[in-house]
T-cell receptor
Framework: ETGVTQSPTHLIKTRGQQVTLRCSSQ?????VSWYQQALGQGPQFIFQ???????GRGNFPPRFSGLQFPNYSSELNVNALELDDSALYLC???????????FGDGTRLSIL | GQQLNQSPQSMFIQEGEDVSMNCTSS?????WLWYKQDPGEGPVLLIA?????ELTSNGRLTAQFGITRKDSFLNISASIPSDVGIYFC??????????FGPGTRLSVLP
């Protein structure tokens, strides 16, 4: 039990729609990172938030955006969904940016 | 960008055998992490390594931070069926974000 929860567990959307995924981190974890994991691959870094400010971004377009809130929750928003956005989206939290990250079980997003 | 390679990509072993896998990079890392992911779940942290040459155990699992700081190794002794899953390494350089390898898929034959 990592103390990191994500919702929803599964989601089906169509191309062009927008989606918001949510994550609740462990209390006291100031850092949250979001990853995209395609089938059969390792997690790919989307971005990280530290104390509600973006602290690094991977090679993802601007239609991927995020927020981190003071209550240790966070959101990943994706606009103009594309078929290739179908993946498992994982959030991971840690005490600080250089500490081991603890993952939630992810949201499985399917784009039709 | 930084990339990690994991070897082997997949392996089938008999229950009771020892398992070895590794993770390599062209870059130097300051932290190495090992995770295990079961189907339908997120990765679970197994071992964290912070110093070149460091050897750390967690039950039947032992991981090492390579002395070149460009690699790390994970060994599992006396494998059991619940060891089945995908093992990921992750590395971090100072001030940068963690990078994950593509994983080693382990299957254990009874």
């Amino acid at each position: 039990e990592t103390g990191v929860t994500q919702s929803p567990t599964h989601l089906i959307k169509t191309r062009g729609q927008q989606v918001t995924l949510r994550c609740s981190s462990q209390s006291g974890h100031n850092t949250v990172s979001w990853y995209q994991q395609a089938l059969g691959q390792g997690p790919q870094f989307i971005f990280q938030y530290y104390r509600e400010e973006e602290n690094g971004r991977g090679n993802f377009p601007p239609r991927f955006s995020g927020l981190q809130f003071p209550n240790y929750s966070s959101e990943l928003n994706v606009n103009a969904l594309e078929l290739d956005d179908s993946a498992l989206y994982l959030c991971a939290s840690s005490w600080d940016t250089d500490q081991p990250q603890h993952f939630g079980d992810g949201t499985r997003l399917s784009i039709l | 960008g930084q990339q990690l390679n994991q070897s082997p990509q997949s392996m089938f072993i008999q229950e009771g055998e020892d398992v070895s896998m590794n993770c390599t990079s062209s870059s130097i890392f300051n932290t190495w992490l090992w995770y295990k992911q079961d189907p339908g779940e997120g990765p679970v942290l197994l071992i964290a390594l912070y110093k070149a040459g460091e050897l750390t155990s967690n039950g039947r699992l032992t991981a090492q931070f390579g002395i070149t700081r460009k690699d790390s190794f994970l060994n599992i002794s006396a494998s059991i069926p619940s060891d089945v899953g995908i093992y990921f390494c992750a590395g971090q350089r100072y001030g940068q974000n963690f990078v994950f390898g593509p994983g080693t898929r382990l299957s254990v034959l009874p």
